[in-house]
C-alpha cells in the first residue's frame, strides 16, 4: 500500500466520522470508508447486542445470508480483540457456504470501546487470496477512530432519547396537575378572600397557602409554554398594543406576588408605546424577568425598570442589586432547564422561554451582570 496514500485517505474518513451524524449513517460511514480504504468489493458492521453478535449494517444482501456461527470467525475476534485473515483455503475447509458467494477472502477488524469489545467490521474480497500483515495496520487503526464514532453517535441519540422522553413527560405532568391545581386554586382564594383583613394564624396560613399556589400555577403555565415551544406548537396572536399598558399589568401581577418588595419604574411612558405583539406571551416573558430580579437580590434593595424609546425601538432595562451572576455562567443561562449553583426556585426555564417569546417578536434579550447586580436588556421594534 501506497504510505502517504492511506493516511490521506484515513485523514480524510475522520474528518468524515466527526460529523454530527445518526448512528445508521455512522455505520454506513464506517463500512463504505472501509471499503475504499482496503479496496474490498463489500463490508459490515456487526455488534453485540443482548450477548450475541448481530449485523448492524451491511452493503451486500448475500452477507445476511452468512450465518454467523457462535464458535466462528466473527466471534474469534470479537473475543480476542485481535484482526484476523481468513483466506480461500481456511473458508473452503470451515466455511464452504461462503465460498458459493464468490468470496475468497474476509478481512475481519476488532472494534472496541475502553477495552471493551463492541463488535467488529468485516471486508469481502471477490478477486483477492490474500491480505498482508502489514496493511492491516491502517485498518486497525481506523477501527480506532471508527469504534469511538460509533459510540458518539449512540451516545447521542441516546441523550436525544431521554431528552425527548422528558419533555414529553413534563408536558403530561404539566396537563394533568393543571386540572386538581385550578380546583385548588379556587378555594384558596375564597379562603383568603374570606381571611385577609383578620389577623389570625389561619389567616397567616391562608396567605401562604395563597402564594405557593401561585408560584405553583406559574410553574405549570411555564411548563405548558415550554412543551409547546419545544413542540413547535406555541402560537403567537399578534396585534398593535400598548407596551406601556403591558408593563404596568405586570407590574400590579408582581406585586400580588411580592407584596414586600420595592420596584422602582423609571421613565414610565405619558403616551403610548406601540408594539406589534401578542400581549399575553410578552407578559409573562417580563414577569419572569422582573421576578427573576427580585428572587436573586435582597429585600431591602429595590428592583429598577427603566423603559425608554425613540422613533423605531423600545428598550426596557430591568436591574436588580444583586450579587451577579459568576461570569461563567453568563454563557449557559439561556439554556433551557440550565440553573446556577445557587439557584433556590425555579425549573431553569424562565430564561430561555422570555428570549423565545422575545426574538419571536423579533426584539433581542440580552443579560450583563456583575458584583453588584445583573441588568436584563429588551430591545423591541415599535409601529413606526
Given at each position: 500500500m501506497d504510505r502517504t496514500n492511506i493516511i490521506e485517505q484515513i485523514n480524510r474518513a475522520?474528518?468524515?466520522?466527526l460529523l454530527p451524524l445518526s448512528v445508521e449513517r455512522t455505520y454506513k460511514t464506517i463500512v463504505h470508508e472501509a471499503i475504499g480504504l482496503a479496496r474490498?468489493?463489500?463490508?459490515?458492521?456487526?455488534?453485540?447486542?443482548?450477548?450475541?453478535?448481530?449485523?448492524?449494517?451491511?452493503?451486500?444482501?448475500?452477507?445476511?445470508?452468512?450465518?454467523?456461527?457462535?464458535?466462528?470467525?466473527h466471534y474469534r475476534v470479537f473475543r480476542?480483540?485481535?484482526?484476523?485473515?481468513?483466506?480461500?483455503?481456511?473458508?473452503?475447509?470451515?466455511?464452504?457456504?461462503?465460498?458459493?458467494?464468490?468470496?475468497?477472502?474476509?478481512?475481519?477488524i476488532p472494534l472496541s470501546y475502553k477495552k471493551s469489545a463492541i463488535g467488529v467490521f468485516s471486508l469481502y474480497f471477490k478477486n483477492r487470496?490474500?491480505?498482508?500483515?502489514?496493511?492491516?495496520?491502517?485498518?486497525?487503526?481506523?477501527?480506532?477512530m471508527a469504534s469511538l464514532a460509533i459510540k458518539k453517535a449512540q451516545f447521542y441519540e441516546e441523550t436525544g432519547s431521554a431528552l425527548a422522553d422528558r419533555d414529553e413527560?413534563?408536558?403530561?405532568?404539566?396537563?394533568?396537575?393543571?386540572?386538581?391545581?385550578t380546583a385548588i386554586s379556587g378555594y384558596v382564594q375564597l379562603l383568603h378572600k374570606r381571611l385577609n383583613h383578620k389577623k389570625t394564624v389561619e389567616a397567616n396560613w391562608v396567605r401562604a397557602l395563597l402564594h405557593e399556589n401561585n408560584r405553583m400555577t406559574s410553574l405549570m403555565e411555564e411548563l405548558l409554554e415550554i412543551s409547546r415551544l419545544q413542540a413547535g406548537r406555541l402560537t403567537f396572536m399578534f396585534k398593535e398594543s400598548d407596551?406601556?399598558?403591558?408593563?404596568?399589568?405586570?407590574?400590579?401581577?408582581?406585586?400580588?406576588?411580592?407584596?414586600?418588595?420595592?420596584?422602582?419604574?423609571?421613565?414610565?411612558?405619558?403616551?403610548?408605546?406601540?408594539?406589534?405583539?401578542?400581549?399575553?406571551?410578552?407578559?409573562?416573558?417580563?414577569?419572569?424577568?422582573?421576578?427573576?430580579?427580585?428572587i436573586y437580590s435582597s429585600d431591602n434593595q429595590p428592583v429598577i425598570l427603566d423603559l425608554r424609546s425613540n422613533a423605531s425601538l423600545l428598550t426596557l432595562m430591568i436591574e436588580d442589586r444583586g450579587k451577579g451572576i459568576n461570569p461563567k455562567e453568563l454563557a449557559k443561562i439561556f439554556k433551557g432547564f440550565y440553573k446556577s449553583a445557587d439557584a433556590e426556585k425555579g425549573l431553569g426555564m424562565g430564561l430561555y422561554l422570555a428570549k423565545n417569546i422575545i426574538e419571536k417578536h423579533q426584539g433581542s434579550l440580552s443579560i450583563k451582570s456583575g458584583a453588584k447586580g445583573t441588568m436584563a436588556k429588551i430591545k423591541l421594534p415599535l409601529v413606526i
Open positions: 475522520s474528518l468524515k466520522l474490498a468489493d463489500c463490508g459490515a458492521i456487526t455488534l453485540e447486542k443482548e450477548g450475541e453478535l448481530k449485523r448492524a449494517y451491511l452493503t451486500h444482501g448475500f452477507i445476511n445470508k452468512i450465518k454467523i456461527q457462535p464458535h466462528g470467525f480476542t480483540h485481535k484482526p484476523h485473515v481468513f483466506n480461500y483455503r481456511s473458508l473452503s475447509v470451515f466455511r464452504p457456504d461462503i465460498i458459493k458467494f464468490g468470496v475468497r477472502l474476509i478481512v475481519i487470496d490474500d491480505y498482508p500483515a502489514a496493511d492491516l495496520h491502517p485498518l486497525i487503526l481506523f477501527g480506532a413527560f413534563l408536558s403530561l405532568a404539566a396537563h394533568e396537575l393543571r386540572t386538581p391545581l407596551f406601556g399598558k403591558i408593563m404596568s399589568d405586570t407590574i400590579s401581577q408582581i406585586k400580588k406576588y411580592y407584596p414586600e418588595r420595592k420596584i422602582v419604574y423609571e421613565h414610565a411612558p405619558e403616551k403610548p408605546v406601540i408594539i406589534v405583539g401578542d400581549t399575553k406571551k410578552l407578559a409573562r416573558a417580563l414577569f419572569g424577568l422582573i421576578e427573576n430580579a427580585i
